[in-house]
């Protein structure tokens, strides 16, 4: 599926210029997060983007070099002080941020694998940690930044509402994330700070390779959605971008869906 041509159209519906945004979660040219990173970049938007490692910064790099995103660090959200590191280097060198996108999911591939009964203590809480507890901790530094205001947003996915198959320990999870997003809404709503998730629908990329099955949930979803198809992580970047703006000011504590329409079927014959 061809990514929509407003993507690379500056400024064309939302004018973000002079916005400040923060993107953690670019993996590759396929995350979710670079496509959001692209439509800030294009309706003006100012980046600071991360990276996980040394190992991920050579496919973050050129990316980052193609949308003049002026703050590059790494973040590592399981490594004590990296997550506080990027927000001293934002502090110091923007003094202030708009929104931030907090792309990040990740649970011990063993953990994934099994059902849900075999997932381990020690498993379950290093996926919280680093897919939910993130987010929060995200929230509390960047309310400090956010003086005027400012959007927070999260990706989530059905399998927080619904049992999918072999979503496993990344539904309750994700359940978590989304029960975060209505807390945070709530304790930063009187600094008209405003935190929403996007559920997204099921996209190929790094992080979705580590579903097992996942060719047939795409399939299942392009046989069931309303819309029949699966969405392009273009979509879910320009859902972001609309978050970020102004055009959704009275927006928050909601979780949005961005999956061509998957998540209203109960029982679909065809
Ligand atoms: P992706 O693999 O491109 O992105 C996942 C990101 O998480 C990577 O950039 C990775 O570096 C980062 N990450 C993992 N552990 C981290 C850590 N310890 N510290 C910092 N970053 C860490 O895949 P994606 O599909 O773009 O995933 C982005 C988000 O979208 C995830 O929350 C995922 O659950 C969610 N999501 C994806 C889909 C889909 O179908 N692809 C659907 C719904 C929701």
Not at 26 to 49: K, T, Y
Not at 55 to 76: G, M, S, T
Request: charged content about 20%; overall charge negative; aromatic content about 6%.
């Amino acid at each position: 599926m061809r990514d929509s041509p407003l993507a690379t159209t500056p400024g064309k519906l939302l004018d973000m210029t002079g916005k400040k945004g923060l993107v953690i979660g670019i993996a590759n040219e396929h995350s979710l997060a670079w496509a959001a990173a692209r439509n800030f970049h294009a309706a003006g938007a100012d980046l600071a983007v991360t990276y996980l490692n040394d190992k991920a910064r050579p496919y973050v790099e050129p990316l980052v070099a193609a949308i003049d995103a002026p703050i590059l660090l790494p973040c590592d959200v399981a490594q004590d002080g990296q997550l506080e590191g990027v927000f001293d280097t934002i502090t110091r060198i923007w003094g202030q941020l708009d929104f931030v996108l907090h792309a990040v999911a990740w649970s011990p591939a063993e953990d994934l694998r099994g059902r849900l009964t075999d997932c381990s203590a020690d498993g379950f809480a290093q996926a919280m940690l680093v897919s939910c507890h993130s987010f929060i901790r995200t929230a509390k530094l960047a309310e400090l930044l956010m003086g005027a205001g400012g959007s927070l947003m999260t990706l989530s996915f059905l399998g927080a509402e619904r049992v999918v198959d072999h979503y496993g320990i990344m539904g309750p999870v994700k359940a978590a994330l989304e029960s975060s997003v209505r807390y945070l809404a709530h304790d930063l709503g009187s600094g008209s700070i405003r935190v929403n998730a996007i559920s997204a629908g099921a996209v190929r990329t790094r992080a979705a390779s580590g579903i097992q099955h996942f060719d047939e949930l795409i399939s299942e979803t392009e046989r069931k959605s309303p819309l029949r198809r699966t969405v392009t992580a273009d979509e879910i970047g320009r859902a972001a971008l609309l978050l970020a703006s102004n055009y959704t000011t009275a927006i928050t504590g909601e979780i949005i869906h961005v999956d061509a329409g998957f998540h209203v079927n109960g029982m679909v014959f065809h």
